[in-house]
């Protein structure tokens, strides 16, 4: 087992990669009731073409199947594992992203029973057809759920704007329609290919004791036979640098328009250091062009073109990558096009200046402590930050050398018209 | 198991609660107000902590005010208003980093005291009013912020529910007041309400984190001075339910329907039978292996959510769940059956341990965060009890079956709100 020291932070890590490929991660936390713990497979919605494990041709699986594979896993011959968490104590939970599907629990007894429990019931799925069809009508009812949501479907239609090939496009939880095919078969092939230890990540935050901890997770892994495992071979088309869509518009039941802007990213290829400080980069350069403090802000703000549902976000991954811009609005159209210009102005002359990037690099440092008080946050984001091959707790001394001129020429490169797209949601007219 | 330890000292105006913990990176300063909701006053103090965060007299523009706090090291402020019973809750809040992890060690607690002050006691005005651009704008945003709950379903239905159930009591008033209300508000009389409001709220400064008691004390009483008062208490009227459930449907263009449904607990914080309450809820509809989740999702699949909830001042339950149209009838049967079962004792020993275990749980969880901890330790102010976590967990623990029972025979069904699409049935 290894320790890593973090002094500014005062934080320790401990990690250790078992003999089956598991990566193991322990931080303590003093003075914390919940032990928090999370188990991620690097397998999410996009992960939809591949060579399942033990064969040698592609296959196509239905749309929302790593979603659906998640609410399965739950259910066991003998019952349902919310059950057993909650006689232990503890509550469960569990999500499935564009890239990981992660399951959870906390809790402030019986730590080391629920961390079994966590383990065991992600590598024992017991997938039936009758259970299989009687979750189509829960998942379906989740669906119709975020098809009212408004702000969803604005999210979501700005994906499918900038993507044209690539799955980041497809939603997360399928189709009720696509759904229908899914059958217990297709669940294990999935868990075959994207479950075994070395595809996963076991993250444990909390008051506990990280020798007797690892120790527990070696002997509990020690006792399950796996075979090493060959690199899982996924598939993804070309996808274009330019959005597919220029404009969406979504007629809906709704009182106030919603307008986002989207920008589709470069430099999709990164990973590890390069591709923090580039994600990084990217999030100073939108809260130097759109943070509270920015004169942007301040000037959509008292034209009455934002609320304060205004936000902005830059997601990347392996593969795709996103700015989004925007929020409720009484002008979509007029908001558009300002945040455009704003955009293309920040591109073409140098716009900022030290003191900015300074205050706007201490604001992100003081919001990584803030977060890093939140035992989720360090386990969530500490399993992405992983699979990207990149650490968390590099964050702030990346953050400290960004210059001016970094930001500068990320501005130069990345914004681009022909990247830009924007989905509208209006009332619908009666 | 660590609860909190809170001291609590009576400073001028108000109360000061300082919660040192070293869990924590940051700080926070958390400054309470509360009032009883009115018709007359709800718009205008939903509007007031909007206009005394945009800008004081010293940052006089948003830009100035959050250049600050980005300087700080991305201090936080942010306000938030809530009701608890017939109160009306401003909350202001700040957090601000621990120096302690900073490579620049210059002390950041004093500058959150500062800041909080300069918010609450120096406001950006024009002569013996709001800064009137200020309040303009703010005034837009709030019609927009009361506007926006009919765009979020199940926020909507919710609110629907309290309104239909809680009709002529204050309780049904929205916490951002009225859409119809704002234009009448002016930077005169948003002042004036502002001088009362500081003249005879309830007041309290909740400050959580790795601080020196003594040094936080003399930061409050340099600071923040106010004169005494005597706050306004309710007196909570019992609300007799004479008339037949409520049935509300309401048409509108959506998918999945949401249905909503009103209990009358007449229980509150406070009560011998509170801690009952909690545990009846655990069972019945609070958490993943409640009744509601089991009967409504795992067995009968028909919806992907279907929980219960309690508001504790003003002794309410409210079940909500999201369905297809066409399944009304076999989830209110559903819904209606539970609560018999609970009535009749119809839930083993296991469920009980289980659902005390769970709570203790989800209650410590909570106080892991300083946020989570204040809005525990503040029930005790609105409901003007003295119940320490300990004593709570301990209540909780020692509540048995037959006092459950007695529990769900004095809840009420009083209304039942569904949210229905225009092609019902399809």
Redesign the interface.
């Known amino acids: 087992m290894e320790k890593i020291s973090f002094d500014q932070l005062q934080e320790e890590l401990y990690h250790e990669k078992l003999a089956n490929g598991l990566n193991v991660y322990i931080l303590p936390k003093k003075g914390f009731n919940k032990t928090f713990a999370t188990f991620t497979t690097k397998y999410g919605s996009v992960d939809n073409t591949f060579v399942p494990l033990g064969k040698e041709e592609y296959v196509k699986v239905p749309d929302g199947i790593a979603h659906f594979l998640e609410h399965k896993l739950f259910e066991k011959e003998d019952g349902d594992v919310f059950q057993q968490f909650s006689r232990q104590g503890a509550s469960a939970n569990a999500f499935t992203s564009f890239t990981r599907t992660a399951y959870l629990f906390s809790s402030t007894s019986d730590v080391e029973k629920n961390l079994e429990t966590l383990i065991d019931f992600v590598q024992e799925p017991y997938f039936s057809e009758k259970t299989v069809e009687k979750e189509k009508g829960i998942i379906g009812q989740e669906i119709t759920m975020y098809d009212d949501n408004a702000d969803w479907r604005l999210y979501f239609g700005l994906i499918q704007n900038l993507y044209q090939n690539h799955p980041v496009k497809i939603d997360i939880a399928g189709t009720i329609e696509s759904i229908s095919h899914i059958t217990k078969d297709w669940l294990y092939e999935c868990y075959n290919t994207f479950y075994h230890p070395s595809n996963m990540l076991l993250f444990i935050v909390g008051p506990v004791n990280p020798e007797s901890f690892m120790n527990q997770v070696k002997e509990n892994q020690a006792k399950k036979e796996y075979k090493d495992m060959p690199e899982i071979q996924r598939k993804f088309e070309n996808e274009p640098t330019e959005a597919a869509e220029k404009r969406q518009v979504l007629e809906m039941n709704v009182q106030t328009s919603k307008c986002l802007l989207g920008i589709k990213a470069l430099h999709v290829d990164q990973s590890g250091n390069e591709m923090l400080k580039n994600e990084l980069t990217m999030n100073v350069l939108l809260d130097l062009l759109f943070g509270k403090s920015s004169e942007n802000y301040n000037q959509l703000y008292n034209d009455g073109l934002i609320d304060e549902t205004f936000s902005f976000d830059y997601t990347q991954e392996q593969g795709f990558g996103f700015a989004m811009i925007g929020g409720d609005t009484g002008e979509p159209d007029k908001l558009a096009e300002t945040l455009q210009k704003m955009l293309l102005d920040a591109k073409n002359q140098n716009v900022f200046n030290e003191d900015q990037l300074e205050r706007a690099k201490r604001k992100k440092i003081g919001a990584f402590l803030r977060a890093v008080n939140s035992p989720e946050y360090i386990a969530n984001q500490f399993t992405r930050y992983a699979f990207n091959d990149m650490n968390l707790f590099d964050v702030v001394p990346t953050l400290e050398k960004i210059t001016l001129n970094d930001v500068q020429s990320l501005a130069s490169e990345v914004i681009s018209e022909d990247r830009f797209s924007v989905c509208q949601v209006i009332p619908k007219k009666k | 198991?660590?609860t909190a330890a809170e001291k609590i000292t009576e400073l001028n105006g108000y109360r000061l609660h300082v919660i040192p913990?070293?869990?924590?990176?940051?700080n926070t300063l958390i400054w309470k107000m509360k009032a009883p909701l009115t018709k007359e006053d709800v718009t205008k103090r939903a509007l007031l902590p909007q206009v005394l965060q945009s800008s004081s007299a010293k940052y006089s523009?948003?830009?100035a005010l959050?250049?600050y706090?980005?300087?700080?090291?991305?201090?936080?402020l942010f306000v938030d208003l809530s009701k608890k019973g017939e109160y009306h809750i401003m909350s202001f809040s700040i957090?601000?980093?621990?120096e302690?992890?900073?490579?620049d060690p210059s002390p950041l607690l004093r500058k959150g005291f500062e800041l909080l002050a300069e918010i609450l006691t120096n406001p950006n005005l024009k002569g013996n009013a709001f800064d009137p651009g200020t309040v303009e704008?703010e005034k837009?945003?709030q019609k927009?912020?009361i506007?926006?709950v009919?765009?979020?379903?199940?926020r909507y239905s919710n609110v629907r529910l309290i309104q239909e159930m809680c009709k002529g009591e204050p309780y049904a008033l929205e916490v951002n007041g009225d859409a119809a209300d704002v234009d009448a508000i002016t930077p005169e009389n948003l002042f004036e309400y502002y001088q009362d409001a500081f003249l005879s709220d309830e007041m309290d400064l909740y400050i959580i984190g790795d601080v020196d008691e003594e040094e936080v004390k003399q930061f409050a009483s340099d600071l923040l001075k106010f004169e005494d008062r005597t706050p306004k208490k309710l007196v909570q009227e019992k609300v007799t339910l004479n008339r037949q459930v409520n049935e509300v449907k309401e048409q509108?263009?959506?998918?999945?329907g949401k249905l909503n449904i009103g209990y009358r607990t007449n229980i509150v914080y406070g009560d011998s039978d509170y801690f009952a309450l909690q545990v009846f809820n655990g069972i019945f509809g609070g958490?993943?292996?409640s009744k509601l989740f089991i009967n409504v999702?795992?067995k009968a699949?028909?919806?992907?959510?279907a929980a219960s909830r309690l508001e504790s001042h003003k002794g309410l339950m409210m079940v909500m769940s999201?369905?297809?149209l066409k399944n009304y009838d076999q989830a209110v049967g559903i819904i209606h059956d539970q609560l018999e079962a609970m009535r009749n004792g119809d839930f083993t020993d296991?469920e009980l341990?289980?659902?005390k275990?769970?709570i203790?749980?989800?209650i410590?969880?909570t106080?892991?965060?300083?946020r989570g901890l204040t809005e525990i330790l503040y029930h005790n102010v609105v409901a003007d009890a003295n119940i320490n976590l300990d004593t709570w967990l301990k209540e909780m623990q020692n509540v048995t079956k037959e006092e459950i029972i007695a529990v769900a025979k004095k809840i009420e069904i009083d209304t039942i709100y569904f949210l229905t699409g225009t092609e019902a049935g399809k």
Do not use: C, P, W
């Not at chain 2, 957090?95 to 621990?98: F, R, V």
């Not at chain 2, 699949?301 to 959510?305: G, Q, T, V």
């Not at chain 2, 106080?367 to 300083?370: A, E, G, L, V």
């Open positions: 198991m660590a913990t070293e869990k924590y990176k940051t523009s948003t830009t959050r250049s706090l980005d300087e700080l090291y991305g201090a936080t957090e601000i980093a621990n302690k992890f900073l490579s704008k837009r945003t927009q912020r506007q926006s009919f765009d979020d379903k199940m509108q263009d959506v998918k999945q958490f993943s292996h999702r795992e699949s028909l919806a992907y959510y999201g369905i297809d296991q341990v289980q659902t275990a769970v203790q749980n989800q410590l969880e106080i892991d965060t300083s």
